[in-house]
């Protein structure tokens, strides 16, 4: 079964509204989960990792002001993208390691479609 | 590997052949290498993984190939069916909660 739950697989918002998505670490405790974007065709792009308790650290180019992370627990994270613009339609996929085993598991992926 | 690519390359194979998917990586201290399966409209799955001190490591079906000296990482499928149509994706990393960095990934397509 999923280890890593992402919340929700689509959605379709207006746009200049925000969006929030979740990620969530179903039986293991996550200090540290990564949010990752994917454009169709193309490979996934790090955006950001999630830090428990701390500010997220982004990957050049990512703007922090429009793509906001919060890692309140140590079983969730959740990416808020603000403001959000045709061009943010995009497919947002979060990972955590499942420290049992230290593999790297995805959630299931949220396509965001922006009108 | 890089972890962007514009276009994604296709192996198209017969049902019941093995296929062989390659990637080149790109950071010599990368010391975990991943395989990951992604469906359409899903998050990536993990297929099967290597650590820089294999060189071979089999699964059920499945192995993994690594040359460290030239940075070239692969995955075989044996007896490939229509369920391991996908794409592929081969990822890097350097150190426990490092980053993965991926690579651009290859569409596997199976031919009844």
């Known amino acids: 079964g999923a280890v890593v739950s992402q919340h929700p697989s689509w959605v379709i918002c207006k746009s200049g509204t925000s969006v929030k998505i979740e990620c969530r670490s179903l039986?293991?405790?996550?200090?540290?989960m990564f949010w990752y974007r994917q454009f169709p065709k193309q490979s996934l792009m790090l955006m950001a990792t999630?830090?428990?308790?701390?500010?997220?650290?982004?990957e050049q180019g990512v703007e922090k002001d429009k793509f906001l992370i919060n890692h309140a627990s140590l079983t969730l994270s959740t990416l808020t993208v603000t403001s959000a613009h045709p061009e943010d339609s995009s497919f947002y996929i979060c990972?955590?390691?499942?420290?049992?085993?230290?593999?790297?598991?995805f959630g299931s992926g949220t396509q965001l479609s922006v009108l | 590997g890089e972890s962007v690519g514009l276009h994604l390359p296709t192996l198209s194979v017969q049902e019941g052949d093995n296929s062989i998917i390659n990637c080149a990586y790109s950071?010599?201290?990368?010391?975990?290498f991943i395989w990951y399966k992604q469906e359409s409209g899903k998050g990536p799955q993990f297929i099967i993984d290597i650590r820089s001190n294999m060189d071979k490591r089999q699964g059920q079906r499945v192995t993994v190939l690594l040359n460290k000296t030239v940075k070239h990482l692969s995955l075989q499928i044996a007896a490939t069916q229509p369920g391991d149509s996908a794409v592929y994706f081969c990822?890097?990393?350097?150190?426990?909660?490092?980053?993965?960095?991926f690579g651009k990934g290859i569409t596997l397509s199976v031919r009844p």
């Open positions: 950071n010599s201290a990368s010391d975990y």
């Open positions: 990972s955590a390691t499942r420290p049992i085993n230290e593999k790297l598991f």
């Open positions: 990822a890097e990393t350097a150190g426990a909660n490092s980053k993965l960095t």
């Open positions: 999630s830090n428990e308790g701390s500010k997220a650290t982004y």
């Open positions: 039986d293991f405790q996550a200090t540290t």
